[in-house]
């Protein structure tokens, strides 16, 4: 394994936060087979509605409607005045998988006894936007990430904690910026319907604290996992195949005019929309291209096993297979480091470009993240 063993010293070793020597993330260690990833499977899913309010239901489900070849769409349009924007201030952890897996605890109770220490029949509980973290690690050259991990009752949760630098950009964020993370929005507006029988309505408020999540149980090597993760929408078709089959990503990128440009899509964005659709089985793309000033002038479909194909004539281009190899050893790592069950320990993983994932270990402490709530339900 590309891990060294730490060796403990100290009486109190939790008062000095310990450095291992670390998880190496150089792409060359990671290109062999392909890893065992089972075919992601739907267990369940949940909305948040415009309030940011949970149901363990699909009432946000959208439904795709495919526009025009060159639709002229303008991003810009509502959003001085029809737009609400969630407080991404407001950190929810991983709540509300937590909220989700206390409503449907019995379709994932372990088959073992209840005396068993083992909770649930999983080995991982996380986003799926922190799995496509760990997947891009091997190619990120911009940015570092923190990941806190807790083992509960036999389970390691997995929690995201915001970077100084990312809250740095968040709270420094342009105008310009601001005003072009609604366009992706917007574009989903554009082509997402409410009901089947409906059409998209661009007049409406974009209201960024709706969501639809589907939640999906699957394996990597011998890592049983269980991840949540947004969905746009899905193909309206009631004939279409069952989730996450039906399921459709909905992207937005700069117009490509030239074959550099091409290449740079291929090369580094492929990357991130092939990482964040492949984890839960989602088997399309639909990507809006806009000039300028915000405009879609083109869509495009790209299907997820089409992309490993598409990339393998660009010079020096990322891998699936290190991606998926990366993780895999990543969630082997912190198994053998975050050893002592305990709801109130949390092994605060954390990487640099360039540098070895390491780890350092809290307790009480500002990082841990399940709540009493879930605790409770849990033990009893
Ligand atoms: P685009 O994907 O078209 O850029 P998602 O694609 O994951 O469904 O996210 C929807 C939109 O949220 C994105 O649309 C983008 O506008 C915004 N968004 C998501 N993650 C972001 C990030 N890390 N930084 C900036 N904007 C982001
Ligand atoms: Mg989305
Ligand atoms: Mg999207």
């Not at 891009?136 to 995201?160: C, H, K, M, N």
């Not at 790209?302 to 990366?326: A, D, G, R």
């Not at 002592?340 to 307790?363: G, K, Q």
């Amino acid at each position: 394994p590309n891990y060294h063993h730490q060796h403990q010293s100290g009486s109190t070793p939790w008062r000095n936060p310990l450095r291992s020597q670390g998880l190496s993330t150089r792409r060359e260690l990671y290109e062999r087979d392909f890893p065992v990833y089972k075919q992601p499977v739907e267990v369940g899913c949940f909305s948040l509605d415009s309030e940011r309010r949970f149901f363990n239901d699909s009432r946000q489900m959208r439904y795709y409607v495919e526009p025009d070849r060159n639709p002229n769409f303008d991003l810009k349009d509502g959003y001085k005045d029809r737009f609400v924007k969630r407080d991404d201030g407001e950190k929810e952890k991983l709540d509300n998988i937590l909220r989700w897996i206390v409503a449907n605890r019995s379709k994932l109770d372990s088959r073992e006894t209840t005396a068993s220490s083992r909770a649930l029949d999983v080995d991982f509980v996380t986003w799926r936007g922190h799995l496509t973290k760990l997947l891009t690690t091997p190619y990120e050259t911009r940015d570092s990430w923190l990941l806190a991990v807790t083992r509960f009752r036999g389970t390691l949760y997995i929690s995201e904690v915001e970077t100084e630098a990312a809250r740095r950009d968040r709270e420094n964020r342009t105008e310009r910026n601001a005003e072009m993370m609604y366009w992706g929005y917007k574009f989903e507006q554009y082509t997402c319907a409410d009901d089947i029988h409906s059409l998209p309505d661009p007049s409406g408020v974009v209201n960024t604290n709706e969501a639809f999540c589907t939640v999906v149980q699957t394996r990597l090597a011998d890592h049983r996992l269980l991840f949540s993760g947004e969905v746009d929408c899905r193909d309206k078709d009631p004939a279409a195949p069952a989730p996450p089959a039906c399921y459709v990503e909905l992207k937005t990128s700069a117009e490509i005019c030239t074959p550099k440009q091409r290449s740079n899509l291929h090369r580094f964005k492929l990357l991130k929309w092939w990482a964040q659709s492949f984890l839960p089985g989602v088997p399309r793309i639909v990507a809006g291209f806009r000039d300028h000033e915000g405009v879609v002038v083109s869509v495009e479909t790209f299907h997820i096993s089409k992309i490993s194909h598409l990339i393998k004539n660009e010079y020096n281009c990322w891998k699936p297979t290190v991606c998926m190899n990366f993780c895999s050893d990543f969630l082997s790592f912190v198994k053998h480091v975050a050893t002592e069950d305990n709801p109130s320990v949390v092994y605060l993983f954390s990487w640099e470009p360039h540098r070895d994932v390491t780890f350092s270990i809290h307790r009480d402490s500002q990082y841990s993240f399940l709540p009493h709530w879930f605790i409770q339900e849990m033990t009893s």
